[in-house]
Every structure is written in structure tokens, then in C-alpha cells.
């Protein structure tokens, strides 16, 4: 069955360094892979999309890969501040419309 | 545009009473999808709709969960009878052609 594996709860770091999140996924093809960031008490905020034929993709301090042959993606976000702290959740559309979450990543940047 | 609108924001219900929650997704857009979020299971798809017609309900948990979509802007999530382990927040999307979602603020529901 399709799989969504984002690699860990939770991830701590310190303020100015780079944080770097792994989504990991299985049985699925997609022709493109989403990130979001979910304050809480919030909904998910669409933050990057990144299509199949693109190895990258950046937006501002955000930089995403997208790895087809290992099924992965890496989210990273540079020169991290406090305000960076958030859940971070990757997405596939497992159908041509239907999108699925993975679990998600809660990022805390200490300052 | 104001976003994906939900309505409540809070719910607090006794088990055994029907809910129902709302949904006013953004002009225009075409697909509207109805998600379930709770600590242990995450960010769930319960149903979506596609030009307002349902097109896959497989995640919908029980038959005491159904949705509508009467027009382009408008749905609604009905739970009947409640029950305890329902309570989660849910949350209502919409976006245009499968691209990027663009998600309400969320209905807590509680059950008691």
C-alpha cells in the first residue's frame, strides 16, 4: 500500500544552523511532492511544490530536493530563527486529485 | 478572498448527538477535501470531491460519517450518531486542479 514516512517526531536545533527533514515514501509514483507548515491550532500553509523532472527548488531561506530514484524528498531551511518553529508536513497526490499527508515533523529552533 | 471558511471552530457535544460541520471552500476552486487530525493518526483524507461530486470516500471511517456538496460553495461533514473517539480536528481544503491546497482553520470537535 502507499506510504508516507516523514523521518522523525520531532527535531531540535539551534538558531543559524541549517534544519534538514526527510519524507520518505513507498509504492507510489507521484508527478510532484508538496511541503506545508502547520502553526498550531492552525491549518497546514502550503509552502513548496516540486514537480518530478525538478532535482530542486528554493524559495528564500526554503530549499527543497526531490529524489525520484530513492523516493525522497529533503527539506531544508537556512539560516533557521525561532520563528521557523512549526510542524512541517509533506504531501503526495496518491490519485490525480486526492492529496495525502504524511505525519509530519515538529521543528523547534532554540534560540 | 477570504479563504477556506469553517464553521464552528469549537464543538462540544454529548455522544450520541448528530454534528455537523461546514465548509465554504475558495471561489473558483474545484476540489474540496474533508481531512481528520489527531496525535495519534496525524492528517487524515476522510473524502473528496471533485466538481462536487464525491469521488473517493474510502477514508471515511464509518457509515455514521457522511458529506455533501450540494454546490461549488458549499459542504458539510455530518457525524450521527457521535461517539468519544470522533473527537479530533477536522479540517476543510479546496484547490484548484490537484495543485496546492489551501486549508480552513479547522473545527475542534469534542465528544463527551
Known amino acids: 500500500s502507499q506510504k508516507i514516512e516523514q523521518n522523525s517526531e520531532a527535531l531540535n536545533i539551534q538558531e543559524g544552523k541549517t534544519a534538514t527533514l526527510t519524507c520518505n515514501y513507498t509504492n507510489y509514483s507521484p508527478a510532484y511532492l508538496q511541503w506545508y507548515r502547520q502553526d498550531p491550532g492552525r491549518g497546514p500553509v502550503f509552502l513548496l511544490l516540486i514537480r518530478e523532472n525538478e532535482k530542486e527548488k528554493r524559495k528564500e531561506r526554503l530549499k527543497v530536493t526531490f529524489d525520484t530514484t530513492l523516493k525522497q524528498s529533503l527539506f531544508h531551511i537556512t539560516a533557521s530563527q525561532p520563528a521557523d518553529s512549526a510542524t512541517y508536513l509533506c504531501?503526495?497526490?496518491?490519485?490525480?486529485?486526492?492529496?495525502?499527508f504524511g505525519s509530519g515533523t515538529r521543528l523547534s529552533i532554540r534560540p | 478572498d477570504a479563504g477556506v471558511i469553517q464553521s464552528p471552530r469549537h464543538e462540544v457535544t454529548e455522544m450520541g448527538q448528530e454534528v455537523t460541520l461546514r465548509c465554504k471552500p475558495i471561489?473558483?476552486?474545484?476540489?474540496l477535501f474533508w481531512y481528520r487530525q489527531t496525535m495519534m493518526r496525524g492528517l487524515e483524507l476522510l473524502i473528496y470531491?471533485?466538481?462536487?461530486?464525491?469521488?473517493?470516500d474510502s477514508g471515511m471511517p464509518e457509515d455514521r460519517f457522511s458529506a455533501k456538496m450540494p454546490n461549488a460553495s458549499f459542504s458539510t461533514l455530518k457525524i450521527q450518531p457521535s461517539e468519544p473517539r470522533d473527537s479530533a480536528v477536522y479540517f476543510c481544503?479546496?484547490?484548484?486542479?490537484?495543485?496546492?491546497?489551501?486549508f480552513g482553520q479547522g473545527t475542534r470537535l469534542t465528544v463527551v
Open positions: 471561489s473558483g476552486h474545484n476540489s
Open positions: 470531491f471533485n466538481n462536487n461530486v464525491p469521488i473517493d
Open positions: 504531501a503526495l497526490p496518491s490519485s490525480a486529485s486526492k492529496i495525502i
Open positions: 481544503a479546496s484547490s484548484l486542479q490537484g495543485d496546492q491546497s489551501f
